[in-house]
């Protein structure tokens, strides 16, 4: 499998469901809702160990004049696999705005949240810097 590194990634496919509720009125500044979802492996007989990984991320954004916007937006994952330390809770938010290069509309964001529940060894913090090339019909 050319230079992937096994350390980095397991060969085991997986499959899982994912679902995202959003709420967005027109003329309202907020826009919150929460994606939800979790992938199970699908072949736990070769050397990589089978996994059983969730993910919630809730949302909150509200918008101010001119493009700019505060949100949160953290990712609380949880891996049912592990004995003990499963879950990530991070807490924090940012900043972003929707600008234009020449026609395209672009999304750039960056946040930082702090891990107040994590495995011993994980990240005390999070940055997250974001950029979307966005493509209106």
């Known amino acids: 499998m050319g230079n992937t590194r096994s350390e980095l990634g397991n060969e085991n496919w997986g499959l899982g469901p994912t679902a995202v509720v959003l709420h967005l009125e027109h003329g309202s500044p907020w826009v919150y809702g929460m994606l939800v979802n979790n992938i199970w492996s699908l072949?736990?007989?070769?050397?990589?160990?089978?996994?059983?990984?969730?993910?919630?991320?809730?949302?909150?954004?509200?918008?101010?004049?001119?493009?700019t916007y505060i949100n949160?937006?953290?990712?609380?994952?949880?891996?049912?696999?592990?004995?003990?330390?499963?879950?990530?809770?991070?807490?924090?938010?940012?900043?972003?705005?929707?600008?234009?290069?020449?026609?395209?509309?672009?999304?750039?964001?960056?946040?930082?949240?702090?891990?107040?529940?994590?495995?011993?060894d994980g990240a005390e913090w999070q940055i997250r810097l974001q950029m979307q090339l966005m493509f209106p019909k």
């Open 43 to 67: 072949d736990n007989s070769n050397a990589d160990p089978a996994y059983n990984n969730g993910l919630i991320q809730p949302f909150l954004n509200y918008n101010l004049p001119g493009g």
């Open 72 to 120: 949160t937006a953290p990712i609380i994952t949880v891996n049912w696999e592990a004995e003990g330390e499963q879950w990530t809770l991070p807490v924090g938010g940012g900043l972003g705005r929707i600008f234009r290069l020449g026609k395209l509309p672009v999304n750039a964001q960056l946040g930082g949240y702090y891990n107040v529940v994590k495995p011993i």
